[in-house]
T-cell receptor, first 112, second 114 residues
Framework: DAGVTQSPTHLIKTRGQQVTLRCSPKSGHDTVSWYQQALGQGPQFIFQ???????QRGNFPDRFSGHQFPNYSSELNVNALLLGDSALYLC???????????FGQGTRLTVV | GNSVTQMEGPVTLSEEAFLTINCTYTATGYPSLFWYVQYPGEGLQLLLK?????DKGSNKGFEATYRKETTSFHLEKGSVQVSDSAVYFC?????????????FGKGTKLSVKP
């Protein structure tokens, strides 16, 4: 079991650009949540996807959007990147949104 | 709104020392409480959890008790090892016990010296 896998591992983008991050959930899981972890801070909830729909959303602007595919994998898109978007982006999967959530190792995004 | 406050680190201990990392929370309703651990270069792993008042979560020698009267969920371990060096996050979920929308504290970095 590969667990939760995220790609890419690291990414450098220029302010104003757009970025797409990808997540494959743990086998058997159908729910994916995304978090932003700034340096020295705890993760902050961005949104959760279940059955290809956004089920919950945290306090993030519309520049942050997502998608879930029929195979339960997910993408996080960020438009019009700001320097403040530099962070570790974590994906977590679970079954039905309950039970233990398993985290991937994250994508380190640097905006310059 | 809901929030989690945990003691600031870093915390440096000698091997076999007693560990306490304080965590208090603010929440409406009856949240579930969690401790996650992040080892260097790795993702977050669930360490333990408690879903109702007076529950005690335990795993790998770590324990934490859900105290509703003091809104606390302090992490303890009787004898730490070098391999326990990591960042520890206290978190709560108020979505019916789901771990899908966790609210995390800022994390406490623990370093254990041999």
């Amino acid at each position: 079991d590969a667990g939760v896998t995220q790609s890419p591992t690291h990414l450098i983008k220029t302010r104003g650009q757009q970025v797409t991050l990808r997540c494959s959930p743990k086998s058997g899981h159908d729910t994916v949540s995304w978090y932003q972890q700034a340096l020295g801070q705890g993760p902050q909830f961005i949104f959760q996807y279940y059955e290809e729909e956004e089920r919950q959303r945290g306090n993030f602007p519309d520049r942050f959007s997502g998608h879930q595919f029929p195979n339960y994998s997910s993408e996080l898109n960020v438009n019009a990147l700001l320097l403040g978007d530099s962070a570790l982006y974590l994906c977590a999967s679970s079954l039905g949104g309950v039970g233990e959530a398993f985290f991937g190792q994250g994508t380190r995004l640097t905006v310059v | 709104g809901n929030s989690v406050t945990q003691m600031e680190g870093p915390v440096t201990l000698s091997e076999e020392a007693f560990l306490t990392i304080n965590c208090t929370y603010t929440a409406t309703g009856y949240p579930s409480l969690f401790w996650y651990v992040q080892y260097p270069g790795e993702g977050l792993q669930l360490l333990l959890k408690a879903t109702k008042a007076d529950d005690k979560g335990s795993n790998k020698g770590f324990e934490a008790t859900y105290r509703k009267e003091t809104t606390s969920f302090h992490l303890e371990k009787g004898s730490v090892q070098v391999s326990d060096s990591a960042v520890y996050f206290c978190a709560l979920s108020d979505y019916g016990g789901s771990q899908g929308n966790l609210i995390f504290g800022k994390g406490t970095k623990l370093s254990v010296k041999p």
